[in-house]
T-cell receptor, first 114, second 112 residues
């Protein structure tokens, strides 16, 4: 089975712009979670989508949003970018959460905000 | 919400020695505890996990133990090799919140 894929792998944006990141989960997985990884804050949970619905959300401002499509692919969007949004954005897929909650991560998208 | 503490933050061992990384969690409702290995430029890779109804699990050179009463879980790597050098993260999954909470990571360096 192919693993979790994320595009693009690297992105450079300037303050005030917006960005959209994409994640394709492992085939058959219906849950996609997004995390932000920074040296200072570590891995922090952004949100989780299951069957096109946001099931849980972390403590991030409303500038961070996401969605999931019927094929389980997910996108996250960050609007009005700030310097502090520079980070590695990781998505992870799992079968359904609940008991089948093993999460498998993609390689991440490295976002740099100038 | 859940809080996961991880120690040590850095660990240096000689090749062939054992390495132990410890984590504590706060939410007694957490029921699943995975460990991830992250190499430079890559996403975290799931290496072993344990559920709350099990006390210990082993996979070749890697083992994980869980003490539910004390809310502690640990990763044990025996016969370490240079390719074990990476950052290791513990995490706790709370079903009600449907999310993983990660520890702050341990940078393991295996020296020759």
């Amino acid at each position: 089975k192919a693993g979790v894929t994320q595009t693009p792998r690297y992105l450079i944006k300037t303050r005030g712009q917006q960005v959209t990141l994409s994640c394709s989960p492992i085939s058959g997985h219906r849950s996609v979670s997004w995390y932000q990884q920074t040296p200072g804050q570590g891995l922090q949970f952004l949100f989780e989508y299951f069957s096109e619905t946001q099931r849980n959300k972390g403590n991030f401002p409303g500038r961070f949003s996401g969605r999931q499509f019927s094929n389980s692919r997910s996108e996250m969007n960050v609007s009005t970018l700030e310097l502090g949004d520079s980070a590695l954005y990781l998505c992870a897929s799992s079968q359904s959460g609940g008991h089948h909650n093993e999460q498998f991560f993609g390689p991440g998208t490295r976002l740099t905000v100038l | 919400g859940e809080n996961v503490e991880q120690h040590p933050s850095t660990l240096s061992v000689q090749e062939g020695d054992s390495a132990v990384i410890k984590c504590t969690y706060s939410d007694s409702a957490s029921n699943y505890f995975p460990w991830y290995k992250q190499e430079l430029g890559k996403g975290p890779q799931l290496i072993i996990d344990i559920r709350s109804n099990v006390g210990e699990k082993k996979d070749q050179r890697i083992a994980v133990t869980l003490n539910k009463t004390a809310k502690h879980f640990s990763l044990h790597i025996t016969e370490t090799q240079p390719e074990d050098s990476a950052v290791y993260f513990c995490a706790a999954y709370t079903g009600t919140a449907s999310k993983l909470t990660f520890g702050t990571g341990t940078r393991l360096q295996v020296t020759l």
